[in-house]
């Protein structure tokens, strides 16, 4: 079974605070995204990283896709309270074509 | 352009009832997937359908079950429920099979009593 490891698992942080939030597999994956979801929403996408070394920014969201396509990172710079939510990281597999998410981030920022 | 839409939003059943959720995926997109999302579990996913048909499945009983149409708008059904089918249903729609973009519905939550 594929499994996508997220740590930390929650963060509660202040106001300007950086984070970094990661995504780990021991399996190979085309294609990788990050999804915030907030409570009784769908997962609203982020960001798709499909090449390993991939580095996409986003405003203060700054996303690595591992080199060997198997982990990934989420940095917040500055973090705000509009950044509250549920982190969820989701690969393509190689072998199957399914979406595997990872097991989510509960992140908090306190004004 | 708008969204995946979801109908219902919110549903309550009664054990061993049956329940249809519908999905209208994105204009233009032709594949449909469906997750399930629990607090101990998180997001599974239960199947794709590219072109009215179903490409892909995940590890869930027969219960579950899901068709698609010409338009691309999909149901899913699920039958006999239990109280462990209390979930929020999502579903995604990206334009192609398997595509690495998806978007989400608002989802249905679904109670079962």
């Known amino acids: 079974t594929q499994l996508l490891e997220q740590s930390p698992q929650f963060l509660s942080i202040q106001e300007g605070e950086n984070l970094t939030v990661y995504c780990n597999s021991s399996?190979?994956?085309?294609?990788l995204q990050w999804y915030r979801q907030e409570p009784g929403e769908g997962p609203v996408l982020l960001v798709t990283?499909?090449?390993?070394?991939e580095v996409k920014k986003l405003k203060r969201l700054t996303f690595q896709f591992g080199d060997a396509r198997k982990d990934s990172s989420l940095h917040i710079t500055a973090a705000q309270p509009g950044d509250t939510g549920l982190y969820l990281c989701?690969?393509?597999?190689?072998?199957?074509?399914?979406?595997?998410f990872g097991t989510g981030t509960r992140l908090q920022v306190f004004p | 352009k708008a969204g995946v839409t979801q109908t219902p939003r919110y549903l309550i059943k009664t054990r061993g009832q049956q329940v249809t959720l519908s999905c209208s995926p994105i204009?233009?997109?032709?594949?449909v997937s469906w997750y399930q999302q629990t607090p101990g579990q998180g997001l599974q996913f239960l199947f794709e359908y590219f072109s009215e048909t179903q490409r892909n499945k995940g590890n869930f009983p027969g219960r579950f079950s899901g068709r698609q149409f010409s338009n691309s708008r999909s149901e899913m059904n699920v039958s006999t429920l239990e109280l462990g089918d209390s979930a929020l249903y999502l579903c995604a729609s990206s334009f192609g099979l398997a595509g690495p973009t998806q978007y989400f519905g608002p989802g249905t939550r679904l109670t079962v009593t």
């Open positions: 204009s233009g997109h032709r594949s």
């Open positions: 399996s190979v994956f085309s294609s």
């Open positions: 990283v499909v090449t390993g070394g």
């Open positions: 989701a690969g393509r597999s190689y072998n199957t074509d399914k979406l595997i």
